[in-house]
């Protein structure tokens, strides 16, 4: 019997449909930047030349982590592609960046077009929200290396900033005022831990603990995008940084954006903890240290800014109809 590369478990063909089938996705995130078209071996994006005097280029990497297991477990492909591109966007915007362009990869064990074309649905969704090009990626299939019914996701972001208004924290000083906005969940970070706390008790399609959802929508809830809200804070007040928080939490990560010397004090009692958390917390039996440590708590991004800026935040987050709370100061 001859061998063939389907046989070995790699369809080209699955790999044609999928194309064919996120071609609709893809293109309707294009602006006038992009110049190549679908298939090409590189991505060719423009940038105006006249929009920057010193143009900086800054690029984030990162993806969904064991979120895909909730994924995988509910068949639902359309959110985490959402996730994956916020997340990234989030992580730039913080350096006072404007994203252009998004790219992606994927890597199946057995390729099935219908999973793919959801996933970068979601791409294609938040690329839409935040006036992103999804100008490329990768879709690989590797049979023997996933298991059935899996896959994995990457993303990469680049965005540009002028150089005199990169943000990054060098002159926060003692008495700034951190300002916290509520995340949608836990985002993207905390599932290794949440899933075996939750899941040794609870089926996804509960609604323990007061959730106002079925645990599994409450897990998949969208990582949420704070572009235009950085966008608006800094077009206004001078930022001194902004923190994405993330992996590390609220110190781990805010920690990141003040200088050596200083210190943050948080008022861990500013803000309601969201059911979610205090789920896992009451299920798990875990201490206030670990869940810092792990989760975000329901603060997805804070401020740092002047304390006698604070008052107009306020202002600009009435008029975006944002929630916002005062969290802490530097010390």
Known sequence: MSESYKSAGVDIKAGEETVDRIKKHVKSTFNKNVLANIGHFGALYEIDKNEFEKPVL???????GTKLKI????????????????HCINDIAVCGAKPLYFMDYLAFGKLVPDIAEKI???????????????????TAEMPGFYQDGEYDISGTIVGIVEKDEIIDGKDVEKG???IGFPSTGLHTNGYSLARKVLLEKYSLNDSPGGLPTSLGDALLAVHKSYLKLI???????????????????????TKRVVP??????????AWELP?????IKQTGNISDEE?????????????????????????????????????GEVV
Not at 75 to 83: C, E, I, L, P, R
Not at 305 to 325: G, Q, R, W
């Open 58 to 64: 800054v690029s984030s990497v990162d993806g969904v």
């Open 176 to 178: 700034d005022i951190l």
């Open 71 to 86: 994924a995988f477990m509910l068949n639902k492909h359309d959110t985490v592609g959402q996730d994956l591109v916020n």
């Open 120 to 138: 970068i649905e979601g791409f294609s969704v938040a690329c839409r929200e935040n006036n992103v090009a999804l100008v490329g990626g990768e």
């Open 231 to 253: 966008h608006e804070i800094k077009g206004q007040i001078k930022v001194k940084a902004f923190s994405h928080i993330t992996g590390g939490g609220i110190i781990g990560n």
């Open 275 to 279: 059911a979610i958390f205090s789920l």
């Open 291 to 327: 869940m810092r440590k792990a989760f975000n708590l329901g603060i997805g991004l804070i401020v740092l800014v002047n304390k006698n800026d604070v008052n107009e935040i306020k202002a600009i987050c009435s008029a975006m109809n944002e929630t916002l709370y005062i969290i």
């Open 260 to 269: 050596e010397g200083l210190n943050i004090k948080i008022d861990w009692e």
